[in-house]
């Protein structure tokens, strides 16, 4: 397992011979081991004690242990510090040996995947680990490409083969790899074995779209691209089986080198912890050499003078050395003030929280059967604290199924369903779906709600008959059948499946193809037409178009793609349709569904001849070859919409995240087209935006300018629509930027190779400020290192904290790279799972995690340490003014059992109860006002502020603890006439008050009360009061003499009527002004918690009334782009048939899914300001068309 680890010289170059081991070995190239645990049997103990005691306070711990085995300055026992230090310490070991045993079994589990190598010509079952750089490797299908490979040969014609790419770049669409042609015909392991060749290429880098290399066999030179590439983290697909020779392993695989470093994840409490701790020594020093003067001088002064009976320790000469003794003695006196129960705490209220999150009901997915899992227990407290989510697309938002489900024939829309009074019928009312049963070859699972389209088929429509035509005859998806009627297709992406599957449904069915022919089965007769071309599509012409001969000898044009392509290329007499057509693309892309128009012409057979003579002329663009061939189509046929189905509950997550003031970006590998309808399917971008700006430049100067021109008009619109007072008024508040205070809500979207200059040095401040102002950011085409790369930006200089929340192995490098990594149980395997701290199965969850654990967890932890330093301070400081009292001679005010229990018996559970079950309002109320939410992004329940205030209170308690005591003992008898002023009695008198005192404080800090509180509260002050007699009692002294000399203490102390009265003053004068305050707090300046708690307590005897929810309509001109996922290339390769022999395997990864149905969305009410912003739509629909 070391060679997982070896460190080697960065390269040059790589150099790999096939079939020769001896040959790599010499350059020392990594295995295909991977490695991510920290520890292994030998060295977990000394790392793991060496990473504890690099935390401040365990090493302040240890040292003062130290100071107590030292009899010289130690006036208290060693077992009192010892003990709980072990504690933590094994906790914390067995926590971080536990996350290291399933990284270990996670590695194993990889590891140890077999893959069949060629070794000595003969295929042998090797572990992933112990595969090599010049390895031949056959893989079969389904099968997870082991290494980064050179595809060799497959069971396909020509050396394809198709891979699914999902952990990669997030897509589930298929993609083609071809074999160079000398290797393309090596299919047995004979001819392999004999394979020599040397493959010179690049060294290892994380660029996931290129690779470029040259492989030397037989004296010749072969180019070799990303397109001869497999890579580790691909899934094969439909091939039987093909031979690679792995170039990269292990680390030096792409897929490894994208996969970011595994970082320490710490709480902004944490940090702010172990600064405060900082403080805290300080302070204790400072109290220190105070007491420490104070003792030099007493005993130069007053202790000399009783040298007699009251001498110095042995080896104590000076009054001078005496005060250096008793600085020490009081650094272990005042220690409690930050207890190592504190520590242990914290671990366990952490542990409590992951447990709600793990045991939560509602974060339950009955569909797969997964609960939400706190996979760490050290962020839980900072899942209250975000401000920015960084989110993928696919698969995370939606869940990447698409279905047909709607469509404009002939100027009438199929789709809608109404009810009996010719109303839209909402989702929940809709009635039974069509019913298919007449065609033999449909679908099972597709599903359309409207009736009348089946109707329009088999009444003879011929616009329908032909625009479903259309459908099962200009696409590139290939057709298998493996029993009579049994279909499957493969499509390159799952846009063109479902526009096909909806053809096969209502009646034209694609059966087969050849390379020069087309079989469609139109309702129930087969007819073949003849393929003559394939127009491929690309992203500048954004539309494909086949042209076909029919069975009557007609030669037709059919063409679909994007609405501002195709409309504007109609003949003028289909003026009308096209108005009537545009209405009905407004109405689809208004609710978000991706569009395409459908078209065709037909061709005269001279002037198809003659174009077909022109065709080499025109070069192999397909955009010259069809615009010399159809300048104007001659019919609209009409237009589809496709849902890409978003996961339940994401736009109505979305809306309530943004209105608890959290930026949420989009990162995805998808398209342009593809990304912005999904912001648009979501709500995060809407047509009442001001302006959504696109920064598409390919070179540093043309980003630069867009982003310059975008803040520009920002800046202009915000002066134009805000007055002085309202602009100013914008700027006093907390931002960071400017540009944050403007009017007016904006969007910002932005390529990859954009993004590649936005993020270098000089520009990345320029990009930042621009992105932040704006209300949804979307990166489009974007590396998985680029998705890191925007999450450090913003962490760097934003100084907030950052969830980034993804499902495929792309998505890794970001998750890690955030505060907080959650990763989605879903499509594309379990690696974003395995490296996040939480993960659930739905978007959705993501809501109730941060807005109902997160703020909780939050305001739990902070309440949990605002009381815990209070009680503290209260309890040690009692021991500093006592110093005034006693000579400075470190004399301790309490009873040292009383020390020792006091914070693991005493106190401990009662606020352990307050930080873990503690609410301030119910969880509905927590997710129906989402600004509850903003007190942890700011900051505001605990800071060097709270601090400070807890300390105070800590100090006055601690004053009156003290003094009054002091005060009444001073003149104070007993019932017998006897004084009252001893030092064991004023001992108990000031440990009982302090009992009480704290126990009422945390009773008024508790804001929601359980068995489980009143049962520690209480028991606690039994427990006390049961161990203070006990520990006081005869029996235990006769059994041991020197360690229980308060003997009968107790029992004296506390039936006199005067202690009790000492008491109860104590605790009213300590409690009161507390109360007096908050009320005060409450009555003058109350927050929104407390607001909604009133609220709660007026409504609580009516309905619970829910939120209105407005539908607020979508009106403008937006439309989705050209909506396919699509790759250039696949319409060439059909035409040339070497992809025309069909495997017998099954596609069920690529068949249809059943869809979950998503209900209408919650929309934020955009405030006053930026309301009168001119013609949002229009600016919208003119940046998006560009």
Same mark, same amino acid.
């Given at each position: 397992?070391?060679?997982?680890?070896?460190?080697?010289?960065?390269?040059?170059?790589?150099?790999?011979?096939?079939?020769?081991?001896?040959?790599?070995?010499?350059?020392?190239?990594?295995?295909?081991?991977?490695?991510?645990?920290?520890?292994?049997?030998?060295?977990?103990?000394?790392?793991?004690?060496?990473?504890?005691?690099?935390?401040?306070?365990?090493?302040?711990?240890?040292?003062?242990?130290?100071?107590?085995?030292?009899?010289?300055?130690?006036?208290?026992?060693?077992?009192?510090?010892?003990?709980?230090?072990?504690?933590?310490?094994?906790?914390?070991?067995?926590?971080?040996?536990?996350?290291?045993?399933?990284?270990?079994?996670?590695?194993?589990?990889?590891?140890?995947?077999?893959?069949?190598?060629?070794?000595?010509?003969?295929?042998?079952?090797?572990?992933?680990?112990?595969?090599?750089?010049?390895?031949?490797?056959?893989?079969?299908?389904?099968?997870?490409?082991?290494?980064?490979?050179?595809?060799?040969?497959?069971?396909?014609?020509?050396?394809?083969?198709?891979?699914?790419?999902?952990?990669?770049?997030?897509?589930?669409?298929?993609?083609?790899?071809?074999?160079?042609?000398?290797?393309?015909?090596?299919?047995?392991?004979?001819?392999?074995?004999?394979?020599?060749?040397?493959?010179?290429?690049?060294?290892?880098?994380?660029?996931?779209?290129?690779?470029?290399?040259?492989?030397?066999?037989?004296?010749?030179?072969?180019?070799?691209?990303?397109?001869?590439?497999?890579?580790?983290?691909?899934?094969?697909?439909?091939?039987?089986?093909?031979?690679?020779?792995?170039?990269?392993?292990?680390?030096?695989?792409?897929?490894?080198?994208?996969?970011?470093?595994?970082?320490?994840?710490?709480?902004?409490?944490?940090?702010?912890?172990?600064?405060?701790?900082?403080?805290?020594?300080?302070?204790?020093?400072?109290?220190?050499?105070?007491?420490?003067?104070?003792?030099?001088?007493?005993?130069?002064?007053?202790?000399?003078?009783?040298?007699?009976?009251?001498?110095?320790?042995?080896?104590?000469?000076?009054?001078?050395?005496?005060?250096?003794?008793?600085?020490?003695?009081?650094?272990?006196?005042?220690?409690?003030?930050?207890?190592?129960?504190?520590?242990?705490?914290?671990?366990?209220?952490?542990?409590?929280?992951?447990?709600?999150?793990?045991?939560?009901?509602?974060?339950?997915?009955?569909?797969?059967?997964?609960?939400?899992?706190?996979?760490?227990?050290?962020?839980?407290?900072?899942?209250?604290?975000?401000?920015?989510?960084?989110?993928?697309?696919?698969?995370?938002?939606?869940?990447?199924?698409?279905?047909?489900?709607?469509?404009?024939?002939?100027?009438?829309?199929?789709?809608?369903?109404?009810?009996?009074?010719?109303?839209?019928?909402?989702?929940?009312?809709?009635?039974?779906?069509?019913?298919?049963?007449?065609?033999?070859?449909?679908?099972?699972?597709?599903?359309?709600?409207?009736?009348?389209?089946?109707?329009?088929?088999?009444?003879?429509?011929?616009?329908?008959?032909?625009?479903?035509?259309?459908?099962?005859?200009?696409?590139?998806?290939?057709?298998?059948?493996?029993?009579?009627?049994?279909?499957?297709?493969?499509?390159?992406?799952?846009?063109?499946?479902?526009?096909?599957?909806?053809?096969?449904?209502?009646?034209?069915?694609?059966?087969?193809?050849?390379?020069?022919?087309?079989?469609?089965?139109?309702?129930?007769?087969?007819?073949?037409?003849?393929?003559?071309?394939?127009?491929?599509?690309?992203?500048?012409?954004?539309?494909?178009?086949?042209?076909?001969?029919?069975?009557?000898?007609?030669?037709?044009?059919?063409?679909?793609?994007?609405?501002?392509?195709?409309?504007?290329?109609?003949?003028?007499?289909?003026?009308?349709?096209?108005?009537?057509?545009?209405?009905?693309?407004?109405?689809?892309?208004?609710?978000?569904?991706?569009?395409?128009?459908?078209?065709?012409?037909?061709?005269?057979?001279?002037?198809?001849?003659?174009?077909?003579?022109?065709?080499?002329?025109?070069?192999?663009?397909?955009?010259?070859?069809?615009?010399?061939?159809?300048?104007?189509?001659?019919?609209?046929?009409?237009?589809?919409?496709?849902?890409?189905?978003?996961?339940?509950?994401?736009?109505?997550?979305?809306?309530?995240?943004?209105?608890?003031?959290?930026?949420?970006?989009?990162?995805?590998?998808?398209?342009?087209?593809?990304?912005?309808?999904?912001?648009?399917?979501?709500?995060?971008?809407?047509?009442?935006?001001?302006?959504?700006?696109?920064?598409?430049?390919?070179?540093?100067?043309?980003?630069?300018?867009?982003?310059?021109?975008?803040?520009?008009?920002?800046?202009?619109?915000?002066?134009?629509?805000?007055?002085?007072?309202?602009?100013?008024?914008?700027?006093?508040?907390?931002?960071?930027?400017?540009?944050?205070?403007?009017?007016?809500?904006?969007?910002?979207?932005?390529?990859?190779?954009?993004?590649?200059?936005?993020?270098?040095?000089?520009?990345?401040?320029?990009?930042?400020?621009?992105?932040?102002?704006?209300?949804?950011?979307?990166?489009?085409?974007?590396?998985?290192?680029?998705?890191?790369?925007?999450?450090?930006?913003?962490?760097?200089?934003?100084?907030?904290?950052?969830?980034?929340?993804?499902?495929?192995?792309?998505?890794?490098?970001?998750?890690?790279?955030?505060?907080?990594?959650?990763?989605?149980?879903?499509?594309?395997?379990?690696?974003?799972?395995?490296?996040?701290?939480?993960?659930?199965?739905?978007?959705?969850?993501?809501?109730?995690?941060?807005?109902?654990?997160?703020?909780?967890?939050?305001?739990?932890?902070?309440?949990?340490?605002?009381?815990?330093?209070?009680?503290?301070?209260?309890?040690?400081?009692?021991?500093?003014?006592?110093?005034?009292?006693?000579?400075?001679?470190?004399?301790?005010?309490?009873?040292?059992?009383?020390?020792?229990?006091?914070?693991?018996?005493?106190?401990?559970?009662?606020?352990?109860?307050?930080?873990?079950?503690?609410?301030?309002?119910?969880?509905?109320?927590?997710?129906?006002?989402?600004?509850?939410?903003?007190?942890?992004?700011?900051?505001?329940?605990?800071?060097?502020?709270? $601090? !400070? &205030?807890?300390?105070?209170?800590?100090? /006055?308690?601690? +004053? *009156?603890?003290?003094?009054?005591?002091? #005060?009444? @003992?001073?003149?104070?008898?007993?019932?017998?006439?006897?004084?009252?002023?001893?030092?064991?009695?004023?001992?108990?008198?000031?440990?009982?008050?302090?009992?009480?005192?704290?126990?009422?404080?945390?009773?008024?800090?508790?804001?929601?009360?359980?068995?489980?509180?009143? $049962? !520690? &509260?209480?028991?606690?002050?039994?427990? /006390?009061?049961? +161990? *203070?007699?006990?520990?006081?009692?005869? #029996?235990? @002294?006769?059994?041991?003499?020197?360690?229980?000399?308060?003997?009968?203490?107790?029992?004296?102390?506390?039936?006199?009527?005067?202690?009790?009265?000492?008491?109860?003053?104590?605790?009213?004068?300590?409690?009161?002004?507390?109360?007096?305050?908050?009320?005060?707090?409450?009555?003058?300046?109350?927050?929104?918690?407390?607001?909604?708690?009133?609220?709660?307590?007026?409504?609580?005897?009516?309905?619970?009334?829910?939120?209105?929810?407005?539908?607020?309509?979508?009106?403008?001109?937006?439309?989705?782009?050209?909506?396919?996922?699509?790759?250039?290339?696949?319409?060439?390769?059909?035409?040339?048939?070497?992809?025309?022999?069909?495997?017998?395997?099954?596609?069920?990864?690529?068949?249809?899914?059943?869809?979950?149905?998503?209900?209408?969305?919650?929309?934020?009410?955009?405030?006053?300001?930026?309301?009168?912003?001119?013609?949002?739509?229009?600016?919208?629909?003119?940046?998006?068309?560009?």
């Amino acid at each position: 397992m070391e060679r997982c680890a070896a460190r080697r010289a960065p390269e040059e170059e790589r150099r790999v011979r096939a079939n020769a081991r001896e040959y790599n070995e010499k350059f020392q190239y990594a295995s295909n081991c991977i490695k991510t645990s920290k520890y292994n049997i030998v060295t977990f103990l000394p790392v793991n004690l060496f990473e504890q005691f690099q935390e401040v306070a365990n090493t302040y711990f240890l040292f003062l242990l130290i100071l107590q085995l030292i009899p010289q300055i130690s006036s208290l026992s060693w077992f009192t510090t010892i003990v709980p230090l072990v504690l933590v310490l094994t906790i914390t070991a067995v926590k971080d040996a536990t996350d290291d045993y399933f990284r270990h079994k996670s590695d194993n589990q990889v590891n140890n995947r077999q893959s069949q190598v060629l070794i000595g010509g003969v295929l042998r079952q090797e572990q992933w680990m112990n595969v090599r750089v010049g390895d031949i490797i056959k893989l079969e299908n389904n099968q997870f490409v082991a290494a980064d490979l050179l595809l060799l040969s497959s069971s396909e014609p020509h050396g394809l083969c198709y891979i699914e790419t999902a952990e990669l770049d997030g897509e589930t669409n298929m993609k083609v790899r071809q074999a160079i042609p000398v290797t393309a015909e090596l299919g047995d392991t004979s001819q392999l074995a004999r394979f020599d060749g040397e493959v010179i290429c690049e060294p290892p880098n994380n660029k996931l779209d290129k690779f470029g290399g040259t492989l030397y066999w037989k004296e010749n030179k072969y180019p070799l691209s990303n397109q001869n590439m497999l890579l580790r983290g691909c899934v094969l697909r439909n091939t039987e089986w093909c031979f690679g020779l792995v170039i990269f392993a292990g680390p030096d695989t792409k897929l490894m080198q994208n996969s970011g470093r595994t970082k320490f994840k710490r709480t902004s409490i944490d940090r702010l912890m172990n600064t405060l701790v900082l403080w805290i020594f300080g302070f204790l020093v400072c109290m220190g050499v105070i007491l420490a003067i104070g003792n030099a001088i007493w005993e130069h002064e007053v202790g000399v003078c009783f040298q007699i009976y009251l001498p110095w320790d042995e080896g104590v000469h000076s009054a001078f050395f005496s005060g250096f003794l008793s600085f020490w003695s009081y650094i272990i006196i005042l220690n409690t003030v930050v207890p190592i129960s504190l520590y242990v705490s914290v671990e366990v209220i952490r542990l409590g929280h992951s447990y709600f999150i793990n045991w939560d009901k509602k974060m339950y997915c009955a569909k797969r059967r997964t609960p939400a899992e706190a996979r760490t227990t050290t962020l839980n407290e900072e899942l209250g604290q975000v401000e920015y989510i960084f989110s993928d697309k696919t698969g995370t938002l939606t869940q990447n199924i698409m279905v047909f489900s709607k469509c404009s024939v002939n100027g009438h829309s199929y789709g809608d369903v109404q009810d009996m009074l010719g109303h839209k019928a909402e989702l929940g009312e809709r009635p039974e779906p069509v019913d298919f049963s007449f065609n033999p070859l449909a679908d099972p699972r597709f599903q359309f709600w409207d009736p009348s389209l089946l109707e329009a088929v088999k009444l003879g429509d011929l616009h329908v008959h032909e625009f479903f035509r259309l459908l099962s005859l200009c696409h590139t998806v290939m057709s298998e059948e493996k029993s009579e009627g049994e279909l499957l297709y493969k499509a390159q992406s799952p846009d063109e499946g479902a526009l096909v599957t909806a053809a096969r449904n209502f009646g034209f069915v694609f059966r087969s193809r050849t390379p020069k022919t087309i079989t469609v089965q139109e309702l129930g007769q087969a007819v073949t037409y003849q393929l003559l071309a394939i127009l491929d599509f690309n992203n500048i012409r954004k539309r494909m178009s086949v042209i076909v001969r029919s069975p009557e000898g007609k030669i037709r044009l059919y063409c679909k793609g994007a609405d501002t392509i195709l409309l504007e290329r109609l003949h003028p007499l289909n003026q009308d349709l096209t108005s009537v057509t545009t209405d009905h693309l407004n109405e689809y892309a208004g609710e978000g569904l991706r569009t395409l128009v459908l078209a065709y012409k037909d061709l005269e057979e001279s002037y198809y001849k003659d174009w077909s003579e022109r065709l080499h002329r025109a070069g192999s663009a397909p955009e010259a070859r069809e615009d010399q061939l159809a300048r104007l189509y001659d019919e609209l046929l009409g237009a589809t919409a496709i849902e890409d189905k978003l996961q339940q509950g994401v736009p109505e997550t979305i809306a309530i995240l943004t209105l608890a003031n959290i930026k949420i970006w989009v990162l995805t590998g998808d398209k342009q087209e593809t990304a912005v309808n999904i912001g648009y399917s979501c709500k995060m971008l809407t047509d009442d935006m001001t302006e959504v700006f696109v920064v598409t430049g390919h070179t540093v100067l043309e980003v630069r300018e867009e982003l310059r021109k975008a803040r520009e008009k920002m800046m202009d619109a915000s002066r134009s629509v805000c007055n002085g007072f309202s602009y100013q008024e914008k700027l006093s508040s907390k931002l960071t930027s400017v540009l944050e205070a403007i009017a007016g809500e904006y969007a910002l979207v932005i390529n990859g190779h954009s993004l590649a200059h936005a993020l270098e040095a000089d520009m990345e401040v320029e990009f930042l400020e621009t992105a932040c102002a704006c209300k949804a950011v979307i990166c489009c085409r974007v590396t998985p290192l680029q998705k890191a790369q925007v999450v450090e930006l913003v962490k760097k200089y934003k100084k907030a904290v950052t969830l980034a929340i993804g499902d495929g192995a792309n998505d890794v490098s970001m998750i890690k790279t955030a505060h907080i990594g959650v990763g989605i149980s879903g499509q594309e395997g379990i690696q974003a799972v395995l490296a996040s701290d939480y993960s659930f199965s739905q978007f959705k969850f993501l809501q109730r995690l941060l807005l109902v654990h997160g703020r909780w967890s939050y305001l739990r932890m902070c309440k949990f340490l605002c009381y815990f330093f209070y009680k503290n301070f209260a309890f040690t400081m009692v021991h500093f003014w006592f110093g005034f009292f006693c000579g400075f001679s470190a004399q301790t005010v309490y009873d040292q059992y009383f020390i020792t229990l006091y914070n693991i018996v005493y106190t401990s559970l009662p606020v352990l109860a307050m930080g873990v079950f503690d609410q301030d309002v119910p969880e509905q109320r927590s997710m129906e006002y989402p600004k509850l939410y903003e007190p942890g992004q700011l900051n505001l329940l605990f800071n060097k502020r709270e $601090f !400070f &205030i807890c300390i105070a209170q800590g100090i /006055y308690t601690s +004053i *009156l603890m003290f003094f009054i005591p002091y #005060g009444v @003992f001073a003149d104070a008898t007993r019932d017998d006439g006897a004084q009252l002023a001893d030092y064991q009695s004023f001992a108990v008198t000031v440990a009982t008050s302090l009992v009480i005192v704290v126990s009422v404080q945390i009773g008024l800090d508790t804001g929601f009360w359980t068995a489980i509180n009143h $049962f !520690f &509260i209480w028991g606690s002050l039994a427990a /006390y009061f049961a +161990i *203070l007699f006990t520990m006081h009692s005869d #029996g235990l @002294f006769r059994m041991f003499p020197n360690q229980f000399r308060f003997v009968g203490n107790a029992q004296n102390t506390l039936a006199q009527p005067t202690v009790w009265l000492t008491i109860a003053l104590t605790a009213v004068v300590c409690i009161v002004p507390v109360v007096a305050f908050r009320f005060l707090k409450l009555d003058l300046k109350p927050e929104l918690s407390d607001t909604v708690r009133y609220t709660q307590l007026v409504r609580k005897k009516q309905k619970t009334q829910h939120r209105c929810m407005r539908h607020a309509g979508r009106a403008g001109s937006r439309r989705s782009g050209y909506a396919f996922s699509h790759q250039e290339g696949f319409g060439e390769l059909i035409m040339s048939g070497k992809n025309m022999r069909l495997s017998s395997l099954a596609l069920s990864s690529f068949a249809p899914r059943p869809s979950a149905s998503w209900i209408d969305t919650l929309r934020k009410k955009k405030g006053c300001e930026g309301s009168s912003a001119g013609s949002p739509g229009g600016a919208a629909d003119k940046t998006l068309r560009v």
